[in-house]
């Protein structure tokens, strides 16, 4: 992980599958490439891509262009931005664009945007025609990293977040980093949140790198494609060994027991972004580790310093807003989808880069750790 990256080709990470491997290819100027590349996985194949308002207005006419070129039809149906999109109403009425776009089995959605549209337009795809194949095209780091790969797709229910859903894997995922040039600083922090929990999580060594290279991966230089690649290899070899999160995919989730909650606490808007609460669940799992004993405190710390000095949120007091309390977290870490059976399963951590999966967790302790945090 420590070894100096290297601009040049794009680099191609393989996720096995039995029977479904598909790539994600990593690199600059890649969207120039989509018309070409979807017209070598599925000749003949039309398309509808999916998108926000957003990517819309920056990388529709780029998207259409490539794919006209490569004599690929296709239409568009562009939605709002944002986690509020991630409902059933907007499901409803993305299936049933697609649907009037006469989309057929035999051809393809392209999800055009960050983990919200990745998320939408992928369960949208595994429920139209009983499942119809669909490309990734993530335009954030957030989804470059984690999002676009793996095949969780799927809404949000009022009563917490992505408890709807499917398995649909992509077919390709397509990770041009030159999209992430006109992110907001902001959005962007958000996203290294996913890019940081894989070294936290399980690789030492890349969390060290990360903590002396950080400043190259958000100015665009080929440490960007290495943090991305390294990323993605890590998820595809942990979804190649449990597709469906029956065993250690779950270690994915490091931070995210405590993220889901706090924003569904904060009602799903732009005051959290995704990637903002898994920081604040990370060092929220590492100081819970430390308090039980499982980890030191000066790991517990390293942690929550290399994020602030990012400048991602490590508090619940750095939410916005009113700030929910130890009862009202309980109720929404309750409906998190590891919770089996009433108990309460975490991702904690012996130290950096040693996670494990922590079953029958005692609500009590949680809700006396949560008090404490909140003080």
Same mark, same amino acid.
């Given at each position: 992980m420590t070894l100096q990256p290297r601009a040049g080709d794009p680099i191609i990470v393989d996720v096995a599958l039995a029977g479904r491997s598909?790539?994600?290819?990593?690199?600059?100027?890649?969207?120039?490439?989509?018309?070409?590349?979807?017209?070598?996985l599925r000749p003949g194949a039309r398309v509808a891509i999916v998108t926000d308002e957003v990517v819309a207005a920056q990388h529709l006419a780029q998207a259409e262009a490539s794919l006209a070129k490569a004599g690929i039809a296709s239409s568009r149906v562009i939605v709002p931005a944002g986690e509020a999109s991630k409902s059933y109403a907007v499901f409803e009425r993305v299936c049933e664009d697609v649907i009037a776009a006469r989309i057929e089995r035999g051809d393809l959605i392209v999800a055009l945007g960050g983990g919200v549209i990745g998320d939408l337009a992928g369960f949208v795809a595994?429920?139209?025609r009983r499942g119809i194949d669909f490309v990734q095209v993530p335009t954030t780091l957030l989804a470059q990293v984690d999002s676009s790969v793996g095949g969780k797709t799927g809404i949000n229910s009022r009563h917490g977040k992505n408890l709807v859903g499917a398995f649909h894997q992509p077919i390709l995922v397509l990770a041009d980093t030159s999209l992430l040039d006109t992110l907001p600083l902001r959005i962007m922090r958000a996203g290294y949140a996913e890019v940081a929990k894989y070294g936290l999580l399980g690789d030492a060594d890349f969390f060290a790198w990360l903590e002396a290279n950080w400043r190259d991966v958000f100015a665009g230089s080929a440490a960007r494609e290495h943090a991305i690649a390294v990323s993605c290899r890590m998820k595809a070899q942990i979804v190649a060994r449990d597709e469906r999160e029956t065993g250690d995919r779950a270690l994915l989730n490091l931070g995210h027991t405590f993220g889901h909650a706090l924003e569904a606490a904060a009602g799903f808007s732009d005051r959290?972004?995704?990637?903002?609460?898994?920081?604040?669940?990370?060092?929220? !799992?590492?100081a819970f580790s430390a308090r039980r004993g499982l980890c030191t405190? %000066? $790991?517990?710390?390293?942690? !929550?310093?290399?994020l602030a000095a990012v400048g991602l949120p490590t508090?619940? %007091? $750095?939410?916005?807003?009113?700030?929910?309390?130890?009862?009202?977290?309980?109720?929404?870490?309750g409906q998190d989808k590891k919770v089996k059976r009433g108990r309460l399963t975490f991702i904690l951590v012996h130290g950096i880069g040693r996670s494990f999966i922590a079953p029958d967790i005692d609500v009590r302790d949680v809700h006396d750790f949560l008090i404490e945090q909140l003080r």
């Amino acid at each position: 992980m420590t070894l100096q990256p290297r601009a040049g080709d794009p680099i191609i990470v393989d996720v096995a599958l039995a029977g479904r491997s598909y790539d994600i290819v990593i690199g600059r100027g890649l969207l120039e490439e989509l018309g070409e590349r979807i017209a070598a996985l599925r000749p003949g194949a039309r398309v509808a891509i999916v998108t926000d308002e957003v990517v819309a207005a920056q990388h529709l006419a780029q998207a259409e262009a490539s794919l006209a070129k490569a004599g690929i039809a296709s239409s568009r149906v562009i939605v709002p931005a944002g986690e509020a999109s991630k409902s059933y109403a907007v499901f409803e009425r993305v299936c049933e664009d697609v649907i009037a776009a006469r989309i057929e089995r035999g051809d393809l959605i392209v999800a055009l945007g960050g983990g919200v549209i990745g998320d939408l337009a992928g369960f949208v795809a595994s429920a139209l025609r009983r499942g119809i194949d669909f490309v990734q095209v993530p335009t954030t780091l957030l989804a470059q990293v984690d999002s676009s790969v793996g095949g969780k797709t799927g809404i949000n229910s009022r009563h917490g977040k992505n408890l709807v859903g499917a398995f649909h894997q992509p077919i390709l995922v397509l990770a041009d980093t030159s999209l992430l040039d006109t992110l907001p600083l902001r959005i962007m922090r958000a996203g290294y949140a996913e890019v940081a929990k894989y070294g936290l999580l399980g690789d030492a060594d890349f969390f060290a790198w990360l903590e002396a290279n950080w400043r190259d991966v958000f100015a665009g230089s080929a440490a960007r494609e290495h943090a991305i690649a390294v990323s993605c290899r890590m998820k595809a070899q942990i979804v190649a060994r449990d597709e469906r999160e029956t065993g250690d995919r779950a270690l994915l989730n490091l931070g995210h027991t405590f993220g889901h909650a706090l924003e569904a606490a904060a009602g799903f808007s732009d005051r959290l972004y995704h990637g903002e609460a898994i920081s604040i669940g990370m060092v929220l !799992a590492f100081a819970f580790s430390a308090r039980r004993g499982l980890c030191t405190p %000066a $790991d517990a710390e390293r942690a !929550a310093k290399h994020l602030a000095a990012v400048g991602l949120p490590t508090r619940i %007091a $750095d939410i916005p807003g009113e700030t929910p309390n130890a009862d009202r977290l309980i109720e929404l870490i309750g409906q998190d989808k590891k919770v089996k059976r009433g108990r309460l399963t975490f991702i904690l951590v012996h130290g950096i880069g040693r996670s494990f999966i922590a079953p029958d967790i005692d609500v009590r302790d949680v809700h006396d750790f949560l008090i404490e945090q909140l003080r």
